[in-house]
């Protein structure tokens, strides 16, 4: 398995602002994912982050409004720029290992 | 599409007895995955099943594959209390990514 941790667990922001959610993992890993999990909805992948290359962002999703960093193998962040209520989502980072997929704790986001 | 479908949506039962969710999907697949995801909490993953297995097994859960039906069960048995969450299927399409796609998940309550 993999250790992941999140931080923050959860925040509540105000409209326009931005909030970075970082990812830690306990050992390296070549493919870091996030994604979105909004109310009551299933989870959607936003990008894929690979150390030393720019993400790959899934269709609806764009750089300017969540650039993603993957310093090194075992660290992401995921900045939510310019949020509106619609962000208010739970943000979620996961890595794969050996074809399974392990995901981290989760960052509650709240926009007023 | 390429989500998984799951079914019921919502499943509704008495400690003891046994649950069963299904998940059905149009294309070839390389692995599905099972998770659970308590309320507020981030997600536990269960059972990885390969596309050339049948069955797997892992204390109280089953999951099966019937890859010419493109589907796959879940099966929690002698459920208790705490089996109460959401269960998502995950579909690997296998290839570069890596990504999963999720369904929409099976609210499961278990009453005591």
């Known amino acids: 398995s993999a250790v992941i941790s999140q931080k923050p667990s959860r925040d509540i922001c105000q409209r326009g602002t931005s909030l970075t959610i970082q990812c830690q993992v306990d050992?390296?890993?070549?493919?870091m994912f996030w994604y979105r999990q909004q109310p009551g909805q299933s989870l959607t992948l936003i990008a894929t982050a690979n150390q030393g290359s720019e993400a790959t962002y899934e269709s609806g999703f764009v750089i300017d409004k969540f650039p993603i960093s993957r310093p090194n193998l075992t660290f992401s962040t995921l900045t939510v720029s310019n949020m509106s209520p619609e962000d208010s989502s739970i943000y979620l980072c996961?890595?794969?290992?050996?074809?399974?997929?392990?995901f981290g704790p989760g960052t509650r986001l709240t926009v007023l | 599409s390429q989500q998984g479908e799951e079914d019921p949506q919502a499943l509704s039962i008495q400690e003891g007895e046994n649950a069963t969710m299904n998940c059905s999907y149009k294309t070839s697949i390389n692995n599905l995955q099972w998770y659970r995801q308590n309320s507020g909490r981030g997600l536990v993953h269960l059972i990885l099943?390969?596309?050339?297995?049948r069955e797997k097994h892992s204390g109280r859960l089953r999951v099966t594959l019937d890859t010419s039906k493109k589907s796959s069960s879940l099966l929690i048995t002698a459920s208790r209390a705490a089996d109460t969450a959401s269960y998502f299927c995950a579909l690997d399409y296998g290839g570069s990514q890596g990504n999963l796609i999720f369904g929409k998940g099976t609210k499961l309550s278990v009453k005591p």
């Open positions: 996961s890595v794969e290992r050996l074809d399974e997929q392990f």
């Open positions: 099943i390969r596309s050339n297995e």
């Open positions: 050992s390296q890993v070549t493919m």
